[in-house]
C-alpha cells in the first residue's frame, strides 16, 4: 500500500509539474477555436498525456536499472564475490521498491529477480530467517519450480527439519510437483522425521512409496514402521506390512500389525491375495494370541451408510 501512495504520488506531483509547464508552453500557442467553456479539454487531455507517458518512462528506467543490478549479482556470482552479488540484488531490490515501478508492473516483472535471487539464497551457507522467509515465498508463488524446491527440500533435511511455518509450502510444492519422485521421497523423509500422519503426508507417503526402487522401499519400511506405531490396520498398511516382512525379518510387532489386519479387513477380490500371505505369516500362532497381538490397533472404519436423495439413510 506505501509503495503504491509512493509511486502515483510522485506519478502526480511530476504530472502536475511537467503538464503545468508544458501546458504553459504549448496550449497559447495554438488558436483550438474552442468555446470558452471547452478550454479545459485540451488540458485534461494533456494532463493524462503526461501522466500515462511519464509512468510508462519511469517503469522503463526502473526495469533498466534492476536489470543491471541483476546482471552484475549474476556476474559476481560466476566469479565466487558472495558478498557484493548480494550488495547489487539489495540495489534491485530497492529499485523495485522506489517510486520508479508501479505494483502492477513490479508484479509482472519481477519474476526474474525472485528466480535470481531465492537462487543466491540457496547458494549462501549462512541461512538467516530473512532468506528462509525469501525462498518460502518464493516458492509459494512458483511451487512448480521443481530445482528450487528440490534444493530447498534438500537443506531442510539437512538441517534442523522443515520450519512450522513453511508447512503449507511444503504442501503446495507436494501437490504441484506430484509426478517428482525425488520431491517426494524428499518430503516424506521430512514428515516421517516428525512422525506426521495427516492428510498431506499420507498423500505423500502414498506417492514416495510407488514404483521398485530403493529409496522407495526404504521409505514404504519407515512408514510401515510408523503405522505400527500409531496401530493402523487397513489394507494400505497391510500392503506396507507384508512388503516390509518379505524383505526382512519380521519381528513381533511387524507380526501384530499383520494379525490385526488380517482379522479386521473385509475379504474381496481386491486384498484376498494379501490376506492369504498375512494368514501365511501367522499358521502356527494360537487363535488366543493373536487376540492379544491386535491389542492396540484400530479397525478400519466401515464406509459410511449411503443417504438417500430424501435425506435419511438406507437400512
Not at 509503495?3 to 504553459?24: E, P, Q
Not at 533435511?157 to 508447512?167: Q, V
Not at 514402521?225 to 524383505?247: H, I, M, P, S, V
Not at 494370541?289 to 435419511?312: E, Y
Request: net charge neutral; hydrophobic share 45%.
Amino acid at each position: 500500500m506505501a509503495h503504491t501512495l509512493k509511486h502515483f504520488a510522485f506519478r502526480i506531483w511530476g504530472t502536475v509539474l511537467i503538464g503545468g509547464l508544458i501546458g504553459l508552453w504549448l496550449l497559447p500557442a495554438f488558436d483550438f477555436g474552442l468555446d470558452p467553456a471547452w478550454v479545459p479539454v485540451p488540458a485534461t487531455v494533456l494532463v493524462i498525456f503526461v501522466f500515462l507517458i511519464l509512468g510508462w518512462f519511469l517503469k522503463r528506467l526502473g526495469l533498466l536499472l534492476a536489470d543491471r543490478h541483476i546482471d552484475e549479482a549474476v556476474a559476481w556470482e560466476r566469479v565466487g564475490s558472495m558478498e557484493a552479488a548480494g550488495a547489487a540484488y539489495e540495489k534491485a531490490l530497492a529499485i523495485f521498491d522506489s517510486f520508479l515501478i508501479s505494483p502492477r508492473a513490479k508484479k509482472l516483472a519481477s519474476d526474474r529477480l525472485t528466480s535470481r535471487l531465492t537462487r543466491f539464497y540457496l547458494a549462501k551457507t549462512d541461512k538467516q530467517h530473512t532468506s528462509e522467509s525469501f525462498i518460502a515465498f518464493y516458492l509459494q508463488a512458483h511451487p512448480d519450480d521443481a530445482e528450487v524446491a528440490e534444493s530447498w527440500l534438500r537443506q531442510a533435511r539437512a538441517g534442523e527439519g522443515l520450519d512450522p511455518r513453511f508447512y503449507d509450502t511444503a504442501t503446495g510444492v507436494g501437490e504441484a510437483l506430484a509426478g517428482n519422485r525425488v520431491i517426494q521421497q524428499l518430503l516424506a523423509r521430512l514428515y516421517l522425521s516428525e512422525n506426521r500422519s495427516d492428510f498431506p503426508a499420507l498423500q505423500t507417503y502414498r506417492r514416495a512409496t510407488g514404483g521398485r526402487g530403493k529409496a522407495g522401499r526404504a521409505i514404504a519400511h519407515d512408514v510401515a514402521r510408523l503405522f505400527l506405531k500409531n496401530g493402523r490396520a487397513d489394507e494400505w498398511a497391510l500392503q506396507l506390512y507384508l512388503q516390509t516382512a518379505a524383505e526382512e525379518e519380521p519381528g513381533q510387532e511387524l507380526l501384530n500389525g499383520i494379525a490385526a489386519c488380517v482379522h479386521w479387513i473385509p475379504e474381496s477380490s481386491r486384498n484376498r491375495r494379501m490376506l492369504m500371505v498375512g494368514h501365511q505369516y501367522l499358521k502356527e500362532v494360537e487363535p488366543e494370541q493373536q487376540a492379544l497381538m491386535r491389542v492396540g490397533f484400530t479397525p478400519p472404519k466401515p464406509l459410511d451408510t449411503p443417504i438417500s436423495q430424501s435425506g435419511f439413510k438406507k437400512i
